[in-house]
């Protein structure tokens, strides 16, 4: 039987080459993107799901439809928006639109799944060496930094909760070249495809539960 795997924001960047990547390996994947369509992807073991991480009617009609089907075996919370990288100072709607998306529609999105996460199954958390507290020196992008540091702390605790039934990981996949923001576009060592590459070799690979892990370097990051 296929191994089935969600992906949030599987349209473009990161998440659309996952979705390219293990669909190749053989699994059924569940991309899930804002419009509910991924453009010059067609597959036989690929449904798409209309999911708005901002929106919390949004996040109940998906979780409901899917409680009501399947299983997964990998839940991968891709998804994230980034209104304040590169600016040095919040604005109340940039701080509001990061924390909906990044840290509270992720994470009600994650609680109202992890019954559907077959046993000896992961959660993969994608978030960013920006998250890090103990590495931060700069003031840019406060909203972003902080959701990650959020999102982190969702890790910790799931891994405790779901130490006997599922393994959750933070994950840095790299300075990735993505529309994210324009330092990225610009700067960014790897590409959407090099980085899922090394994502997907992590994510199969017999990780450590609770682990905050950078690609790039093959490390763990300090929390």
């Not at 992008?141 to 779901?162: C, D, F, G, P």
């Not at 959750?168 to 590459?197: F, K, M, Y």
């Amino acid at each position: 039987m296929n191994k089935r795997v969600l992906i949030t924001g599987a349209s473009r960047g990161i998440g659309f080459a996952l979705t390219q990547l293990f669909l190749e390996r053989g699994y059924k994947v569940i991309g899930a993107c804002r419009n509910g369509k991924i453009d010059n992807l067609s597959h036989p073991n690929l449904d798409v799901i209309e999911l708005d991480l901002s929106n919390s009617s949004s996040i109940r009609d998906v979780a409901r439809t899917l409680k009501k089907e399947l299983k997964i075996d990998i839940l991968i919370n891709n998804a994230g928006i980034g209104p304040d990288l590169d600016l040095d100072l919040p604005t109340e709607d940039t701080f509001k639109q990061t924390f909906d998306v990044n840290v509270t529609g992720t994470v009600l999105f994650t609680e109202s799944l992890i019954e559907i996460i077959n046993h000896g199954g992961s959660i993969v958390n994608i978030s960013s060496e920006m998250g890090s507290i103990e590495n931060c020196k700069r003031i840019d992008s406060v909203a972003y930094r902080m959701s990650k540091s959020a999102l982190n702390m969702y890790t910790k605790i799931l891994s405790n909760r779901l130490k006997t039934s599922l393994r959750v990981v933070s994950i840095h996949p790299g300075w990735v070249r993505t529309t994210i923001a324009e330092s990225n576009i610009d700067n960014g060592r790897l590409s959407p495809e090099e980085s899922a590459i090394k994502l997907v070799e992590y994510i199969l690979s017999d990780f450590e539960t609770g682990t905050f892990w950078d690609v790039e370097s093959q490390s763990k990051l300090d929390w």
